[in-house]
Structure formats: structure tokens, C-alpha cells
Nanobody, 127 residues
């Protein structure tokens, strides 16, 4: 199983930006996908964004579309989530995940299709 390590969380004022990074320990999913999910206190985990490694195809939840951007770097084995125009409702623990499968965009929001998960990083947006 791939080990994923996240970094970049923190506290930011509403309207500000943060960039999360997820690094994989092994290059085992050149044809897979990265996913980003979040979970706020008392709420279920929800899909944020995902990207297919092979061709860079992305998918976003409606709540972050136009504000967040997901990217991947095959050589460095990382995925980044650039979060702009942050709102208080974006406050949550953000987790990255990886799938060894090259997911269809309709599959990307399904957490069960991901094989490995990061430990999560807290993002707090103050209003």
C-alpha cells in the first residue's frame, strides 16, 4: 500500500488561500488517480477534487469549482490542492487519497475506489 503524507494545512482568513500537498512514498500508480476529500466536525466525509494521473483529467465538487485547483506531478509523486477565495464553510480536515485505477470522472467522488489515504490536515478559515 502506498504511504501518503500531506502538508500545508493551517489557519487563514476568509478570502485567503492555502495550498495542500500530498506526497506518495512509491511510484505505484502512474495510471491511477489522486483524490481530495474533507470532513467537517459532525459531518460526513465529502469529495472535493480529483485528478487522473495519466492525462490530468480533473473533477470538482460544485462547492469548490472555480475556487480550488488540483494538480499532479508524476516525477515528484505529488498532488497539490490550491485553494483560493476560502470561505468559513471550507473549514475541515482535508485528506488526500490515491487509486491504482485510472478512474472515470463519474467514479472520482467515490471514496471506496481509493486504495490509500493520507493522515489528514486541518484547514481552518476564520471569518
Amino acid at each position: 500500500q502506498v504511504q501518503l503524507v500531506e502538508s500545508g494545512g493551517g489557519v487563514v482568513e476568509a478570502g485567503g488561500s492555502l495550498r495542500l500537498t500530498c506526497r506518495a512514498s512509491a511510484d505505484t500508480f502512474r495510471n491511477g488517480a489522486w483524490g481530495w476529500f474533507r470532513q467537517a466536525p459532525g459531518q460526513e466525509r465529502e469529495f472535493v477534487a480529483a485528478i487522473r494521473v495519466r492525462d490530468g483529467t480533473t473533477e470538482y465538487s460544485d462547492g469548490v469549482k472555480g475556487r480550488f485547483r488540483v494538480s499532479r506531478d508524476i516525477i515528484s509523486k505529488t498532488s497539490n490542492l490550491q485553494m483560493n477565495a476560502l470561505k468559513s464553510e471550507d473549514t475541515a480536515v482535508y485528506s488526500c487519497a490515491s487509486s491504482v485505477r485510472s478512474l472515470w470522472t463519474t467514479e472520482m467522488p467515490s471514496p471506496d475506489l481509493y486504495d490509500s489515504w493520507g493522515q489528514g490536515t486541518q484547514v481552518t478559515v476564520s471569518s
